[in-house]
T-cell receptor, first 111, second 115 residues
Framework: SQTIHQWPATLVQPVGSPLSLECTVE??????LYWYRQAAGRGLQLLFY??????ISSEVPQNLSASRPQDRQFILSSKKLLLSDSGFYLC??????????FGPGTRLTVL | GNSVTQMEGPVTLSEEAFLTINCTYT??????LFWYVQYPGEGLQLLLK?????DKGSNKGFEATYRKETTSFHLEKGSVQVSDSAVYFC??????????????FGQGTILTVHP
């Protein structure tokens, strides 16, 4: 069966520090991968998606970047965090036209 | 572009009450529609889905019918339980290869069920 992992589960970082969040998927090949952010009291915003290794599409301009160095690995990064980067970050995967499956999320607090 | 509008919450109900969470959408063509649920501190789980007009998705006592004429996908449950307390998200996925499976979400509706 397929599983999706995210780490860390929680993270507290100072403003201006770098960020690296990792997402890995097991049990499937060539998935579409997605990063979402859920800000406090708000819905989900799609940040990035990837349809293959090295292929990243950005949905909104922001302080973040994404990379996909391996088929089932998706990384969200920042060189310098802002207060507004705080939120709950969710990774998801899907294949073809099936539904998306979400990871457990990472709660990021920028102080 | 695509958009999803959910009824504003929070929604507070007593156990065994009837639940309706309204969801309407704007999209071209024939999107697929989803309801996801998020329990406190967790990621999202797919609750139910419908992929074409007049389909009814159902799971765990929840139901939603894809109504193309009213562009709606309202979530209902006849008798809620305390364990149903969560945030509910309506979402759509455009048909067609260039969508890459991307979902458009509503803003979420917080449901609290009291004993």
């Amino acid at each position: 069966s397929q599983t999706i992992h995210q780490w860390p589960a929680t993270l507290v970082q100072p403003v201006g520090s770098p960020l690296s969040l990792e997402c890995t998927v097991e049990g499937t090949s060539n998935p579409n991968l997605y990063w979402y952010r859920q800000a406090a009291g708000r819905g989900l915003q799609l940040l990035f998606y990837s349809v293959g290794i090295g292929q990243i599409s950005s949905e909104v301009p922001q302080n973040l970047s994404a990379s996909r160095p391996q088929d089932r690995q998706f990384i969200l990064s920042s060189k310098k965090l802002l207060l507004s980067d705080s939120g709950f970050y969710l990774c998801a995967w899907s294949v073809v036209d099936n539904e998306q499956f979400f990871g457990p999320g990472t709660r990021l607090t920028v102080l | 572009g695509n958009s999803v509008t959910q009824m504003e919450g929070p929604v507070t109900l007593s156990e065994e009450a009837f639940l309706t969470i309204n969801c309407t959408y704007t999209a071209t063509g024939y999107p697929s529609l989803f309801w996801y649920v998020q329990y406190p501190g967790e990621g999202l789980q797919l609750l139910l889905k419908a992929t074409k007009a007049d389909d009814k998705g159902s799971n765990k006592g929840f139901e939603a019918t894809y109504r193309k004429e009213t562009t709606s996908f309202h979530l209902e449950k006849g008798s809620v339980q305390v364990s149903d307390s969560a945030v509910y998200f309506c979402a759509l996925r455009s048909a067609g290869g260039t969508s890459y499976g991307k979902l458009t979400f509503g803003q979420g509706t917080i449901l609290t069920v009291h004993p």
